[in-house]
């Protein structure tokens, strides 16, 4: 999605860069095992795409609820996973504008706007490449890449720990919980199929659910842009 520029064009309208006092923007990011609302929120892209008007069933909102509480009560929400935070450096407006060549107290609408507008992408770019790469993730995106064809999980955590080193080479965060890949692995891989996300077969291999292939798609699509 583009950026939203309202708030921040408020903010750096009347910023002069000769008073004592800055503005400073610090990179925050996010990611997760698991995003509770994340059927909704893939409905959602999929209307908002096609076109179509989107609302949220009453009937599902309850149902989400009543499962989160049967989980609690069952001890079970270890399926929600791990969320992490990473924090960037900080960015100085009065120093980018200095690097920039702009001037917000000066410049006429249009000016600012632009300039608002590449703020914007570079703090877009600097969140992006912070976000952490999570176990469900990494999993995710390997299984997608065999396509519909079965792998085992020695070759899944293969690939998987493959992945993990051209992402570190790349300077991606990449969370390993415990320090252990094969853990983390693991876990990713557990995630998926108690949700049906991914299907195991009698063999004991593993392929993506053609049904679920969206909601893949969703948590791999958190660090393709960190692919290399």
Not at 113 to 124: I, Q, S
Request: a neutral charge; proline letters at 4%.
């Amino acid at each position: 999605r583009d950026p939203k520029l309202g708030l921040l064009g408020y903010m750096v309208a009347d910023f002069d860069p000769a008073h004592e006092r800055d503005i400073v923007f610090v990179p925050v990011g996010l990611n997760y095992d698991r995003v509770i609302e994340d059927r909704i929120l893939t409905a959602s892209a999929e209307k908002e795409f096609s076109g179509r008007s989107f609302r949220v069933r009453p009937g599902a909102i309850a149902g989400f609820l009543a499962n989160l509480v049967k989980l609690r009560l069952q001890g079970r929400l270890y399926r929600y996973g791990l969320a992490c935070v990473s924090f960037g450096e900080p960015l100085s407006l009065g120093q980018w504008q200095k690097s920039q060549g702009v001037d917000f107290s000066t410049e006429d609408k249009d000016q600012r706007f632009a300039g608002v507008e590449r703020l914007a992408n570079d703090l877009m770019q600097r969140i992006g490449s912070i976000i952490p790469a999570l176990p469900v993730a990494l999993v995710a995106t390997v299984i997608l890449e065999n396509g519909d064809n079965w792998i085992g999980e020695l070759e899944l955590k293969s690939r998987v720990f493959d992945l993990v080193s051209r992402l570190e080479k790349r300077g991606a965060h990449v969370h390993v919980p415990r320090s252990d890949r094969d853990y983390a692995v693991g876990t990713g891989l557990r995630m998926l199929t108690l949700r049906h996300l991914v299907h195991e077969n009698d063999s004991g291999l593993y392929r993506a659910n053609a049904g679920e292939r969206i909601l893949l798609e969703y948590y791999a699509n958190s660090i393709a842009h960190l692919m290399p």
